[in-house]
């Protein structure tokens, strides 16, 4: 597929999210009353974390799930070794 194949493909997909996500937030309300700068900031902000979710999830994979989180918590211990400490940076360290 050509150079304008693929402006074609993303303008559609393009169009497709914004359809969703207008008829989400009309759905919900969820700018109801919004000024039109707060709204376009909302817009921005969007495509960002949509933008960041799909770059996590190429590169690091999906997210876990909650049985996923339950088994990776369970093989973790709850009180730490004998005499360890956790390091101490000088943002969590207060008086000394």
């Known amino acids: 597929m050509g150079r304008s194949g693929t402006i074609v493909v993303v303008t559609s997909a393009i169009d497709t999210a914004v359809d969703a996500f207008r008829a ?21 902000r969007a495509a960002l974390l949509v933008q960041s979710a799909t770059a996590w999830q190429d590169h690091l994979g999906a997210l876990l799930d909650v049985r996923q989180t339950m ?15 956790p390091a101490r940076t000088s943002s969590m360290a207060g008086p000394q």
């Open 71 to 85: 088994a990776l918590l369970a093989s973790t211990p709850t009180r730490w070794p004998r005499g360890w400490q």
């Open 24 to 44: 989400t937030l009309v759905e919900r309300g969820a700018l109801a009353g919004t000024a039109a700068t707060d709204a376009t900031e909302v817009g921005r």
